[in-house]
């Protein structure tokens, strides 16, 4: 069946330093993907988003390439900030009314 | 403003009194879900549903019961609780015309004694 794989955390960085956190997927067909992401006490919020093959989503600085020939979806973010700590899950459905499929999430700290 | 509401927020409960958590989105939405949030297995689904009257399962459905009377609500039942079921539970909405972009709710922690 449909699943997704992310790198495990938690992850602690520098202010400013460069981040990947690794996405792969297994799915029959041709997924849309997501990443989301939870700030402490809240629900979650889409961060970005890829329909197709090549699409680059991107938002507040983090990108995220839809890789078909690799199944992957890694999230990357040049510089990032303390604000952006939180955790990070990656997802995948298959289409609209189907099922969602998330990985285990990853939890990055950022210190100053 | 475009929500989606739970209630409770928070609940403590004991092993066999059924429960209900209650789920509202404002915003139209065809598709609804029900997820759970357990420390080191990220978010599983257990119900979703496309649309009034139309529910199917996800991927931890055991112990659950949803229905979808209404197109705003879509209610978790609990009918018999049971301490495996204490997490963290989230409901989202999405529309189809929005790329299934999912909005969640702000999450309800039970506590199953």
């Known amino acids: 069946g449909d699943s997704v794989t992310q790198m495990e955390g938690p992850v602690t960085l520098s202010e400013e330093a460069f981040l990947t956190i690794n996405c792969t997927y297994t799915?029959?067909?041709?997924?849309?993907l997501f990443w989301y992401v939870q700030y402490p006490g809240e629900g979650l919020q889409l961060l970005l988003k890829a329909t197709k093959a090549d699409d680059k989503g991107s938002n507040k600085g983090f990108e995220a390439t839809y890789r078909k020939e690799t199944t992957s979806f890694h999230l990357e973010k040049g510089s990032v900030q303390v604000s952006d700590s939180a955790v990070y899950f990656c997802?995948?459905?298959?289409?609209?009314?189907?099922?969602?499929?998330f990985g285990t999430g990853t939890s990055l700290t950022v210190i100053p | 403003e475009a929500q989606v509401t739970q209630n409770p927020r928070y609940l403590i409960t004991v092993t066999g009194k059924k429960l209900t958590v209650t789920c509202s989105q404002n915003?139209?939405?065809?598709?609804m879900s029900w997820y759970r949030q357990d420390p080191g297995l990220g978010l599983r689904q257990i119900y979703y549903?496309?649309?009034?009257?139309?529910?199917d399962k996800g991927d931890v459905p055991e112990g659950y019961k949803v229905s979808r009377k209404e197109k705003r609500n879509f209610p978790l039942i609990l009918e018999s609780p049971s301490p495996n079921q204490t997490s963290l539970y989230f409901c989202?909405?999405?529309?189809?015309?929005?790329?299934?972009?999912?909005?969640f709710g702000p999450g309800t922690r039970l506590t199953v004694l």
């Open positions: 799915a029959t067909g041709y997924p849309s």
């Open positions: 549903s496309m649309n009034v009257e139309v529910t």
């Open positions: 989202a909405s999405s529309g189809f015309r929005k790329n299934n972009e999912q909005f």
């Open positions: 915003m139209n939405h065809e598709y």
């Open positions: 997802a995948l459905t298959a289409g609209a009314g189907n099922q969602f499929y």
